[in-house]
T-cell receptor
Framework: AQSVTQLDSQVPVFEEAPVELRCNYS??????LFWYVQYPNQGLQLLLK??????LVKGINGFEAEFNKSQTSFHLRKPSVHISDTAEYFC????????????FGSGTRLSIRP | GAVVSQHPSWVICKSGTSVKIECRSL??????MFWYRQFPKQSLMLMAT?????????EQGVEKDKFLINHASLTLSTLTVTSAHPEDSSFYIC???????????FGPGTRLTVT
């Protein structure tokens, strides 16, 4: 079975400051990794994904994430945040063997202060 | 490309009535669609997997007679909440599997309020 842990339920950050949202996963099989963003009262939008290859993945809106297999982590980073980045962020995994089933973390609420 | 729509975006219904939510893949065919439920400030919970032309597969604990899913075409899946009760009030999100099995495209969600 797979599980995803997002240690921080809320992360307050000042505008233009850097941010890191942490994600750790557990799986006995190989997985694909994702970060999704959810703006208030909206569905999920894919920020970025790791399938294979380079462990540093760049996504939309200036976000990037680094896959660390030894630490089973996939932390999301942005060097300078904007007010518009205020949203809920979900880390997720999909096992290779059952690539249709997404296991989501509990989410991290990123709030940007001016 | 890869747009998924949901209708309605917001619905209020009275306790005991049924409500239907539609999920459409607008620019691609989706043999598989998924239905999720999200409670306030919580993550998404997979309710069921919907396959075109066959019966949906429900996750453990989800009442299949209460949450009826129909996937009649390659672009449309519907979720009907039957005999709705206030505890069914939630945010329902669908997703559609894209050409690559690891790709899922999410709809904007439907907020259901049962009074």
């Amino acid at each position: 079975a797979q599980s995803v842990t997002q240690l921080d339920s809320q992360v307050p950050v000042f505008e233009e400051a850097p941010v890191e949202l942490r994600c750790n996963y557990s799986s006995s099989v190989s997985v694909y990794l994702f970060w999704y963003v959810q703006y208030p009262n909206q569905g999920l939008q894919l920020l970025l994904k790791y399938l294979s290859g380079s462990t540093l993945v760049k996504g939309i809106n200036g976000f990037e994430a680094e896959f660390n297999k030894s630490q089973t982590s996939f932390h999301l980073r942005k060097p300078s945040v904007h007010i518009s980045d205020t949203a809920e962020y979900f880390c997720a995994v999909t096992p290779y063997s059952s690539a249709s089933k997404i296991i989501f973390g509990s989410g991290t609420r990123l709030s940007i202060r001016p | 490309g890869a747009v998924v729509s949901q209708h309605p975006s917001w619905v209020i219904c009275k306790s005991g009535t049924s409500v239907k939510i539609e999920c459409r893949s607008l620019d691609f065919q989706a043999t598989t669609m998924f239905w999720y439920r999200q409670f306030p400030k919580q993550s998404l919970m997979l309710m069921a997997t919907s396959n075109e032309g066959s019966k949906a597969t429900y996750e453990q604990g989800v009442e299949k007679d209460k949450f009826l899913i129909n996937h009649a075409s390659l672009t449309l899946s519907t979720l009907t909440v039957t005999s709705a009760h206030p505890e069914d009030s939630s945010f329902y999100i669908c997703s559609a599997m894209g050409p690559k099995v690891y790709e899922q495209y999410f709809g904007p969600g439907t907020r259901l309020t049962v009074t």
